[in-house]
């Protein structure tokens, strides 16, 4: 069964510009969460979605927005890109919302953004 | 917001020896877990706990949840080239998805 999969993998933008990543979650999983994973540092919530709604949302800035469609999969936004966006974008899903002692979140590789 | 202190920051030990990482936070957690990231991946979960004083094994390696709930450790034994990498401790106090990552302890074995 395929894995969480996200694309693209690496990407180079300039500041200003906008950002679109795409996150396909494992089959049967409805929630989706976003993470940024700035180097040397441990990953940083900043969504969850689940049934295509907002249900939770980390300390970051109205620049960045996600969506998750009827399918499950889900998009994260980032507009007006700052040098400070460059990270690694991690997205991950789990089966439901997330209860204690339920829930485990199976992460995918990664987006690799570059803000120049 | 919520911190956790993990450290190490760095490990460089011979293989056979036994790790031993730890996180501590300054506000309880409803659960703990433990994963490893390697280069070019996304964190995989090596332990989750769920329950205060709770010890969960998996395979070579055991974690802890603390009793005051503020604290958790990993230990790994007989640690192998292949155990090189990142590990992360999270925590998780709210309904839902949103984890705690500590900074990450990085592990590297001399063969």
């Known amino acids: 069964d395929a894995g969480v999969t996200q694309s693209p993998t690496h990407l180079i933008k300039t500041r200003g510009q906008h950002v679109t990543l795409r996150c396909s979650p494992i089959s049967g999983h409805k929630s989706v969460s976003w993470y940024q994973q700035v180097l040397g540092q441990g990953p940083q919530f900043i969504f969850q979605?689940?049934?295509?709604?907002?249900?939770g949302r980390g300390n970051f800035p109205d620049r960045f927005s996600a969506r998750q469609f009827p399918n499950y999969s889900s998009e994260l936004n980032v507009n007006a890109l700052l040098l400070g966006d460059s990270a690694l974008y991690l997205c991950?899903?789990?089966?439901?919302?997330?209860?204690?002692?339920?829930?485990?979140?199976?992460f995918g590789a990664g987006s690799r953004l570059t803000v120049l | 917001g919520q911190q956790l202190n993990q450290s190490p920051q760095s490990m460089f030990i011979q293989e056979g020896e036994d790790v031993s990482m730890n996180c501590t936070s300054s506000?309880?957690?409803?659960?703990w877990l433990w994963y490893k990231q390697d280069p070019g991946e996304g964190p995989v979960l090596l332990i989750a706990?769920?329950?205060?004083?709770e010890l969960t094994s998996n395979g070579r390696l055991t974690a802890q949840f603390g009793i005051t709930r503020k604290d958790s450790f990993l230990n790994i034994s007989a640690s192998i080239p292949s155990d090189v990498g990142i590990y992360f401790c999270?925590?998780?106090?709210?309904?839902?998805?949103?984890?705690?990552f500590g900074a990450g302890t990085i592990l590297r074995v001399k063969s």
């Open positions: 999270a925590g998780q106090w709210e309904y839902g998805n949103k984890l705690v």
């Open positions: 991950a899903s789990s089966l439901d919302r997330g209860s204690f002692g339920a829930n485990v979140l199976t």
């Open positions: 506000s309880i957690f409803n659960t």
């Open positions: 706990l769920y329950k205060a004083g």
């Open positions: 979605y689940y049934e295509k709604e907002e249900r």
